[in-house]
């Protein structure tokens, strides 16, 4: 933003970069909005079921299991795996606590080590449904910046330096960087881009054209446009699949206590 304004200054167009720069925040305020929205409805409900399951672990579940034990016969496995986990969480409970904490400090101290953050910016780009969602994120930011840049007169050599700040995971500030490199030496930012798979072809395409048409910035405000209402797309199925597949992960765990519990003192009675 500071190269921005400074750009802006010495061209003589402060008031358009400054509106630039507003559209840039409100575009990056709705993207992260809708996406954080999204994830709210789901997190709170496993949340919910994870307490409610402890709970019934650490409290429930060794009461109606003495019965069980009491009576000597043979139990099935999925009662003895609930057993187990329930004396282990009932004895060991403050030591999972610690562990619980310890494990989230030591997370957050580990993303501070490039090579550990390498490692997972790269497995976070592979996960299932979100991998993908993630990939069009980063590439919407980087499109959206640079665009904003080289509207407000940043070069584009600079304007890539400044984006790949911008942009937070690892393998991306890694192409970008490569890419100004390649830049710098007489080469295109797109045949940097063609090379990487975590870009569609069609950005590399794109960009090329606008290259060849000296309309950069206007080709980088369509991909991001055109990523941005894919996002959209994506979240919107998102919220659509959260509900059915968040009743089925109720539905396993309440069949599993059914099978653990119920139907051991089922057949007892039957007996």
């Given at each position: 933003y500071v190269n921005v304004v400074r750009s802006g200054e010495s061209s003589g167009k402060l008031d358009e970069v400054l509106d630039y720069l507003a559209d840039e925040l409100e575009k990056d305020y709705d993207m992260t909005a809708?996406?954080?929205?999204?994830?709210?409805?789901?997190?709170?409900?496993l949340s919910g079921l994870g307490v409610v399951g402890v709970v019934m672990m650490v409290f429930v579940v060794p009461k109606l299991?003495?019965?069980?034990?009491?009576?000597?016969?043979?139990?099935?496995?999925?009662?003895?795996?609930?057993?187990?986990?329930?004396?282990?969480?009932?004895?060991y409970y403050i030591i999972i606590a610690v562990l619980l904490v310890g494990s989230v400090v030591g997370i957050k101290f580990a993303l501070k080590v490039p090579v550990i953050k390498s490692i997972i910016d790269q497995g976070t780009l592979h996960l299932p449904i979100?991998?993908?969602l993630l990939q069009r994120i980063y590439l919407v930011r980087?499109?959206?910046?640079?665009?904003?840049?080289?509207m407000g007169g940043v070069n584009i050599s600079k304007g890539l330096s400044i984006t790949s700040e911008i942009v937070s995971n690892h393998v991306y500030k890694s192409l970008i960087l490569k890419t100004k490199k390649a830049v710098e030496d007489g080469n295109s930012m797109s045949s940097a881009f063609e090379q990487n798979k975590y870009v569609p072809s069609m950005v590399s395409q794109m960009i090329s054209i606008g290259e060849k048409t000296g309309k950069l910035d206007t080709i980088l405000g369509?991909?991001?446009?055109?990523?941005?209402?894919?996002?959209?797309?994506?979240?919107a199925n998102l919220m659509?699949?959260?509900?059915?597949?968040?009743?089925?992960?109720?539905?396993?765990?309440?069949?599993?206590?059914?099978?653990?519990?119920?139907?051991?003192?089922?057949?007892?009675?039957?007996?």
């Open positions: 809708k996406i954080k929205g999204a994830m709210i409805y789901p997190a709170f409900v299991t003495d019965v069980l034990t009491e009576t000597g016969s043979e139990l099935p496995i999925a009662t003895k795996i609930l057993i187990a986990t329930s004396d282990i969480l009932s004895t979100f991998g993908k980087f499109t959206r910046s640079l665009e904003t840049l080289l369509s991909i991001s446009k055109f990523f941005g209402r894919e996002i959209d797309n994506t979240v659509t699949l959260m509900e059915p597949i968040i009743m089925v992960i109720i539905g396993i765990a309440v069949g599993v206590m059914v099978a653990a519990i119920i139907m051991p003192m089922y057949n007892m009675a039957q007996v």
